[in-house]
């Protein structure tokens, strides 16, 4: 599969300043409909030290590793499940999209299975996530993240510290989910609603143990009963969490060190970092 | 005092963890939860969380450390009465390696039983340890004896409990905290000795040693930390009625052994309000006359000999005589 000729054929149509999106044939085409699409861009993905011929790996790589290995179990118990992490790449820098072909390989020589690799500028990756039915967003780039939430996608910041766990680590801030009815609702309410809801029914397939992916909630300044809502509001979602942590008020540094999750999710967009 | 927005009634929040006395708890110790393991034991994790999502609107029933931690918050309560803007307070933190499925009926009991505890880690499984060091805990209580020895060997002060069923009636005002002397408060160099070569050079081991300091024992600290907030009342005048009482419960004699434990105790700084020098006799009757919140003892026989008269006794899974109580059990098995 080139890509190299296929944006060729978009520039002579004039269309290369518009997204274009790549389908990685070498990957199987997740079901539209069963998929959860998660987008990743370059920047988080390649990051590391670069070979001659492939780029190193960035923070957002035991990410992807760990949402393979959910689709492994996955398919593990049913090979026809039709519920699957779907990954799609994103690229917005200039000087990366130059080397597209070089993404396309590095992707392959680290053995990732991304569907589908897009390149936009930066004014329009929005559209693409948004043409990419991108349930979740993930950044290293708190603006690009912030962007994409107020347009209604679901964004989160990636631990830049990189997680060392196998098992996918999701983290939920608890806080975030029980809000006070002062204030309108984050844009991306419905889609992290949504999310929680696929993410629950994908965590339903695994028992308690052994599970591929753990749902982690905390709460940061409430009480034990901001705790609870936060649990019955997210089981009334169809999402069932497997650890909790209630800090009323303790440093969450030393507590988020120790729980190493992948991505943090809130209803907006929340970093890891505070 | 930070409010906070989400509860209808004002509450405070707990204590930032450097300031507070951070005693942890486990679900096992703080409620009754045998059905529940029987559950676990007989039909495995998911039946288990199965039963516990069905009952969650019962709250579970008290347990051996249920006494322990209202003693704490009534020594709170008569804290924030002399000290209000102070920080240095007990803090109740729950911690468990339950599943976050428990969530719901372990907050339902805390709101049932009106417990002051707002911190709490779900581990799902993972080991708890990293956890107690994050929130500076000074006193861990687990139902796990492989746990407690995990905390023991991070350096933080721990004991198993047990589920008693003869338990006599302690007091909700004031705090009463007994310790054994050697490998709990103490290291166990001196019963080390006792073990090797018995009672006549234990003696004389203490007498030529009167004067050279015991190491420290795994409770050291949390006698020390006791003694900071004792101290807090008698700055107020309050030493007569202060509502946390020491004790130390000893094989020792008085006039031999226990005056190497005496001036050590004194050496460090640390009041004790009473030592009993037992001599050897039976630790039973004693704590039955002193009716101790809790009592931490090394030795699983004294433990057991406590439990027998109602007394919650913890066991320190530390020193010498560890070897003794596996021997114990390996025999009991044949």
């Given at each position: 599969?080139?890509?190299?000729?296929?944006?060729?054929?978009?520039?002579?149509?004039?269309?290369?300043?518009?997204?274009?999106?790549?389908?990685?044939?070498?990957?199987?085409?997740?079901?539209?409909?069963?998929?959860?699409?998660?987008?990743?861009?370059s920047?988080?993905?390649?990051?590391?030290d670069?070979d001659?011929d492939?780029?190193?790996?960035?923070?957002a790589?035991?990410?992807l590793?760990?949402?393979?290995?959910?689709?492994?179990?996955?398919?593990?118990?049913?090979?026809?499940?039709?519920?699957?992490?779907?990954?799609?790449l994103i690229?917005?820098?200039?000087?990366?999209q130059?080397q597209?072909?070089?993404?396309?390989s590095?992707t392959?020589?680290?053995?990732?299975?991304?569907s589908?690799?897009?390149?936009?500028?930066?004014?329009?990756?929005?559209?693409?996530?948004?043409?990419?039915?991108?349930?979740?967003?993930?950044?290293?780039?708190?603006?690009?993240?912030?962007?994409?939430?107020?347009?209604g996608?679901?964004?989160?910041?990636?631990?830049?510290?990189?997680?060392?766990?196998?098992?996918?680590?999701?983290?939920?801030?608890?806080?975030?989910?029980v809000?006070?009815?002062?204030?309108?609702?984050?844009?991306?309410r419905?889609?992290?609603?949504?999310?929680s809801?696929?993410?629950?029914?994908m965590?339903r397939r695994f028992?308690?143990?052994?599970?591929?992916?753990?749902?982690?909630?905390?709460?940061?300044?409430?009480?034990?009963?901001?705790?609870?809502?936060a649990?019955?509001?997210?089981?009334?979602?169809?999402?069932?969490?497997d650890?909790?942590?209630?800090?009323?008020?303790?440093?969450?540094?030393?507590?988020?060190s120790?729980?190493?999750?992948?991505f943090l999710?809130?209803?907006?967009?929340?970093?890891?970092?505070? | 005092?930070r409010?906070c927005?989400?509860?209808c009634?004002?509450?405070?929040?707990?204590?930032?963890?450097?300031?507070?006395?951070?005693?942890?708890v486990s679900?096992?110790?703080l409620?009754?939860t045998?059905?529940?393991?029987?559950?676990?034991?007989?039909?495995?994790?998911?039946?288990?969380?199965?039963?516990?999502?069905?009952?969650?609107?019962?709250?579970?029933?008290p347990?051996?450390?249920?006494?322990?931690?209202?003693?704490?918050?009534?020594?709170?309560?008569?804290?924030?009465?002399?000290?209000?803007?102070?920080?240095?307070l007990?803090?109740?933190?729950?911690?468990?390696?339950?599943?976050a499925?428990?969530?719901?009926?372990l907050?339902?009991?805390?709101?049932?039983?009106?417990?002051f505890?707002?911190?709490?880690?779900?581990?799902g499984?993972?080991?708890?340890i990293?956890?107690?060091?994050?929130?500076?805990?000074?006193?861990?209580?687990?139902?796990?004896?492989?746990?407690?020895?995990?905390?023991?060997?991070?350096?933080?002060?721990?004991?198993?409990?047990?589920?008693?069923e003869?338990?006599?009636?302690?007091?909700?005002?004031?705090?009463?905290?007994?310790?054994?002397?050697?490998?709990?408060?103490f290291?166990?160099?001196?019963?080390?000795?006792?073990?090797?070569?018995?009672?006549?050079?234990?003696?004389?081991?203490?007498?030529?040693?009167?004067?050279?300091?015991?190491?420290?024992?795994?409770?050291?600290?949390?006698?020390?930390?006791?003694?900071?907030?004792?101290?807090?009342?008698?700055a107020?005048g309050?030493?007569l009625?202060?509502?946390?009482?020491?004790?130390?419960?000893?094989a020792?004699?008085?006039?031999?052994?226990?005056?190497?434990?005496?001036?050590t105790?004194?050496?460090w700084?640390?009041?004790?309000?009473?030592?009993?020098?037992?001599?050897?006799?039976?630790?039973?009757?004693m704590?039955?006359?002193?009716?101790?919140?809790?009592?931490?003892?090394?030795?699983?026989?004294?433990?057991?000999?406590?439990?027998?008269?109602?007394?919650?006794?913890?066991?320190?899974?530390?020193?010498i005589a560890?070897?003794h109580?596996?021997?114990?059990?390996?025999?009991?098995?044949?």
């Amino acid at each position: 599969m080139s890509v190299d000729s296929a944006r060729e054929t978009l520039y002579h149509r004039g269309e290369a300043d518009m997204v274009a999106t790549i389908q990685n044939t070498d990957v199987k085409q997740e079901d539209a409909h069963g998929a959860v699409v998660v987008a990743v861009t370059s920047r988080a993905l390649f990051g590391g030290d670069d070979d001659d011929d492939v780029s190193g790996v960035g923070v957002a790589f035991p990410l992807l590793q760990a949402l393979q290995r959910v689709n492994q179990r996955l398919l593990e118990k049913d090979p026809a499940e039709s519920l699957l992490f779907d990954v799609v790449l994103i690229t917005t820098d200039s000087q990366q999209q130059q080397q597209s072909s070089r993404i396309v390989s590095s992707t392959r020589h680290h053995g990732l299975e991304v569907s589908r690799f897009c390149f936009s500028s930066q004014e329009d990756f929005i559209e693409s996530l948004l043409t990419n039915n991108v349930q979740l967003f993930l950044s290293t780039d708190r603006n690009e993240a912030l962007q994409a939430s107020q347009q209604g996608v679901l964004s989160a910041l990636l631990d830049r510290q990189g997680a060392p766990s196998e098992q996918l680590r999701v983290m939920l801030c608890g806080d975030a989910v029980v809000r006070p009815d002062a204030g309108p609702a984050p844009v991306s309410r419905p889609a992290a609603e949504s999310f929680s809801s696929r993410l629950g029914e994908m965590r339903r397939r695994f028992g308690a143990l052994d599970s591929p992916l753990s749902i982690v909630l905390v709460t940061s300044s409430g009480d034990r009963e901001s705790c609870g809502v936060a649990l019955r509001t997210l089981r009334s979602r169809g999402l069932g969490v497997d650890e909790a942590y209630c800090l009323a008020g303790a440093p969450r540094s030393p507590i988020l060190s120790l729980l190493r999750p992948h991505f943090l999710l809130g209803d907006g967009v929340i970093g890891l970092e505070d | 005092m930070r409010l906070c927005p989400l509860r209808c009634t004002h509450f405070i929040l707990p204590p930032k963890p450097e300031n507070a006395v951070t005693v942890a708890v486990s679900t096992r110790v703080l409620f009754r939860t045998e059905r529940e393991q029987k559950v676990f034991e007989q039909n495995g994790v998911e039946e288990y969380l199965r039963y516990q999502i069905e009952h969650e609107n019962e709250p579970f029933a008290p347990g051996p450390a249920f006494p322990f931690v209202k003693a704490l918050e009534a020594v709170n309560a008569r804290l924030r009465e002399l000290y209000p803007q102070s920080e240095e307070l007990f803090d109740i933190v729950l911690v468990t390696y339950n599943h976050a499925h428990v969530g719901i009926r372990l907050i339902n009991t805390i709101n049932h039983h009106n417990l002051f505890i707002e911190r709490f880690c779900m581990t799902g499984g993972s080991s708890p340890i990293g956890y107690l060091k994050a929130w500076q805990t000074n006193l861990y209580l687990s139902a796990d004896a492989d746990k407690v020895r995990e905390a023991l060997a991070e350096g933080i002060a721990a004991a198993t409990m047990f589920v008693t069923e003869k338990l006599t009636e302690v007091s909700e005002s004031q705090l009463r905290v007994a310790f054994d002397g050697d490998a709990v408060l103490f290291s166990d160099e001196s019963e080390r000795i006792f073990k090797a070569h018995g009672l006549d050079k234990f003696f004389e081991h203490e007498r030529d040693n009167e004067d050279t300091l015991l190491d420290h024992g795994p409770l050291k600290g949390f006698l020390e930390a006791l003694g900071k907030l004792q101290k807090k009342f008698y700055a107020k005048g309050q030493r007569l009625n202060c509502p946390i009482r020491t004790y130390l419960v000893t094989a020792r004699s008085a006039a031999s052994s226990g005056i190497r434990a005496l001036k050590t105790l004194r050496a460090w700084g640390l009041e004790i309000d009473e030592a009993l020098f037992l001599a050897g006799a039976p630790k039973g009757p004693m704590l039955e006359k002193i009716r101790p919140h809790i009592y931490f003892d090394d030795q699983m026989f004294h433990v057991e000999g406590a439990a027998e008269m109602g007394t919650v006794a913890a066991h320190v899974p530390y020193g010498i005589a560890q070897k003794h109580n596996q021997k114990r059990n390996e025999s009991a098995r044949k």
